[in-house]
């Protein structure tokens, strides 16, 4: 029903900014609360940020409050995580995934296949 692309994922120094990318099919993508991860190698899972539908609400990891902030285009079907003053331990592979409203609230029914960030020190 679902399918997410991430993109915008690279190489940057650390201190700089990067902004990642997620395109989404689907008729119903405004209902959808939108969420990214990231797992680095060797470590579990890490939750980053979500935002509601419509992007009435958004919530951060205390990790990455004040430096990245998420934000939606519904128009285009997109969600975005601007990273700014990189560190990096935010070095991983960052995820996007989707809230099923109609599913379990709180579980992400659809994942992109994420895309590979590297913050060099």
């Known amino acids: 029903q679902v399918q997410l692309v991430e993109s915008g994922g690279g190489l940057v120094q650390a201190g700089g900014s990067l902004r990642l990318s997620c395109a989404a099919s689907?008729?119903?993508?405004?209902?959808?609360?939108m969420g990214w991860f990231r797992q680095a190698p060797g470590k579990e899972r890490e939750f980053v940020a979500r935002?509601?539908?419509?992007?009435?609400?958004?919530y951060l990891a205390d990790s990455v409050k004040g430096r990245f902030t998420i934000s939606r285009d519904d128009a285009k079907n997109t969600v975005y995580l601007q990273m700014n003053n990189l560190k990096p331990e935010d070095t991983a592979v960052y995820f996007c995934?989707?809230?099923?409203?109609?599913?379990?609230?709180?579980?992400?029914?659809?994942w992109g296949q994420g895309t590979q960030v590297t913050v060099s020190s």
């Open positions: 995934a989707a809230d099923d409203p109609t599913g379990v609230a709180g579980i992400y029914d659809y």
């Open positions: 689907g008729r119903t993508f405004s209902r959808y609360s």
């Open positions: 935002i509601g539908w419509k992007g009435v609400s958004t």
